[in-house]
């Protein structure tokens, strides 16, 4: 069955760094969907960009992801991480058709001074 | 003005306890889910609907009841709570598939704590 796969459950980096939290998925789906979903404590989880064609950089409040589908991987990446980013990250899937989203197990990411 | 609204936002009840987790949706979406969250294991779907009356089971089921009464309201049922189900629950509405209608917004949360 269709899976996302988030290998990293805790993501600790010095604030000014690159990020990037890796999401790889699997489904017998051609035109499968990807997102990145970010949840703030003590907030909703909200969508935060979502994959476009193959090979399609997205971009979306300073970061972005590029789905390649030769390697079934959305990676979510930012040059410069900032105190606010720290938040958990989670990696969706729409594959299926059947209207739900599969997700990936969530990356939390904390970012230092 | 919020469009997924969960009530009540925090509940303790005991082990055998009966439990009745809201949400209510005025997105006018037709597709409304219950998750779970917890440590170690992100969002799991519990339960999920595409309209009033309609019921699909998800990923961890097992424990739990939902009903859909209109397109607005979505109820998570624990009939016999216990310890294990102490978590935080989120309820979530979509459009449909596809890219531009597969986004899903998410209440505030519910935290329930089973003693």
């Known amino acids: 069955g269709d899976s996302v796969t988030q290998k990293e459950g805790l993501v600790t980096l010095t604030e000014g760094l690159p990020v990037m939290l890796n999401c790889t998925y699997q489904?017998?789906?051609?035109?499968?969907?990807l997102f990145w979903y970010v949840h703030y404590l003590n907030e909703s989880p909200r969508l935060l960009l979502k994959?476009?064609?193959d090979n399609k950089r997205t971009e979306h409040q300073g970061f972005h992801a590029t789905l390649h589908k030769s390697s079934s991987s959305f990676h979510l990446q930012k040059s410069s991480a900032q105190l606010s980013d720290s938040a958990l990250y989670y990696c969706?899937?729409?594959?299926?058709?059947?209207?739900?989203?599969?997700w990936g197990s969530g990356t939390k990411l904390i970012i230092k001074p | 003005e919020a469009a997924v609204t969960q009530s009540p936002r925090n509940k303790v009840t005991v082990t055998g306890g009966n439990v009745t987790l809201s949400c209510r949706q005025t997105?006018?979406?037709?597709?409304m889910y219950w998750y779970r969250q917890d440590t170690g294991h992100g969002l799991r779907l519990i339960h999920y609907?595409?309209?009033?009356?309609?019921?699909q089971i998800g990923d961890v089921p097992d424990g739990y009841k939902a009903t859909r009464t209109t397109q607005e309201d979505f109820f998570l049922l624990l009939e016999l709570a216990s310890p294990s189900q102490t978590s935080l629950y989120f309820c979530?509405?979509?459009?449909?598939?596809?890219?531009?209608?597969?986004?899903?917004?998410f209440g505030p949360g519910t935290r329930l704590t089973v003693l």
């Open positions: 997105n006018s979406h037709n597709y």
């Open positions: 609907s595409y309209g009033a009356g309609n019921l």
């Open positions: 489904t017998i789906y051609s035109n499968a969907f």
């Open positions: 979530a509405s979509s459009e449909g598939w596809g890219l531009n209608y597969a986004e899903q917004f």
């Open positions: 994959s476009s064609t």
């Open positions: 969706a899937l729409s594959g299926r058709g059947n209207y739900q989203l599969i």
